[in-house]
T-cell receptor
Framework: DAGVIQSPRHEVTEMGQEVTLRCKPI?????LFWYRQTMMRGLELLIY????????DSGMPEDRFSAKMPNASFSTLKIQPSEPRDSAVYFC???????????FGPGTRLTVT | QKEVEQNSGPLSVPEGAIASLNCTYS??????FFWYRQYSGKSPELIMS????GDKEDGRFTAQLNKASQYVSLLIRDSQPSDSATYLC????????????????FGKGTLLTVNP
């Protein structure tokens, strides 16, 4: 059974450019989470969805970040415009309603120069 | 006060020894607890979940939960060099304001090194 799929795996972009990260959750999971991981701050929750509806976006750093989930099998995290401080690894995770175990995708390593 | 705290390590143990990883969490009615393993450059991988006080064993791994002391630990028996990784503790903490918006909060992880 396929796990969480993320693309691209690596992204290098210049400051000011738009970046779009993509995620396909595990089939049948109705919760989807976007995390960001840095050495300084660890793993931080940015936003999560339940049944394609955003439930909590309090972790989104600022208006430059937006996330959508148009259907149960696809979500995007967009950064526009990107800044060097956005450089991090972005993980997508999903889980079923119960139990509460979350499963992570391989991550996207974003570098903004 | 940080919600989930772990010793950053590194924790160094010899091969074959027991590695003990600890995690404390803030004084809320936390319900679910998880241990993830993260190899360098890889994503977190779920290795244990525990919901009730006491011990839960899975192969060489044992999770221990003490809600009264707000403490959860992970023991790795017969440690192997392949166990060398960062171990993340995650706690499902209820919202301060009430409601059903539960989230996982992660500690920053403990780096474990198992020396051959």
């Amino acid at each position: 059974d396929a796990g969480v799929i993320q693309s691209p795996r690596h992204e290098v972009t210049e400051m000011g450019q738009e970046v779009t990260l993509r995620c396909k959750p595990i089939s049948g999971h109705d919760y989807l989470f976007w995390y960001r991981q840095t050495m300084m701050r660890g793993l931080e929750l940015l936003i999560y969805f339940n049944n394609n509806v955003p439930i909590d976006d309090s972790g989104m750093p600022e208006d430059r970040f937006s996330a959508k989930m148009p259907n149960a099998s696809f979500s995007t995290l967009k950064i526009q415009p990107s800044e060097p401080r956005d450089s991090a690894v972005y993980f997508c995770a999903s889980r079923a309603g119960s139990p509460y175990e979350q499963y992570f995708g391989p991550g996207t390593r974003l570098t903004v120069t | 006060q940080k919600e989930v705290e772990q010793n950053s390590g590194p924790l160094s143990v010899p091969e074959g020894a027991i590695a003990s990883l600890n995690c404390t969490y803030s004084d809320r009615v936390s319900q679910s607890f998880f241990w993830y393993r993260q190899y360098s450059g890889k994503s977190p991988e779920l290795i244990m979940s525990i919901y009730s006080n006491g011990d839960k064993e899975d192969g060489r791994f044992t999770a221990q939960l003490n809600k009264a002391s707000q403490y959860v630990s992970l023991l790795i028996r017969d440690s192997q060099p392949s166990d060398s990784a960062t171990y993340l503790c995650a706690v499902r903490i209820p919202p301060i304001s009430g409601g059903s918006n539960y989230k996982l909060t992660f500690g920053k992880g403990t780096l474990l090194t198992v020396n051959p």
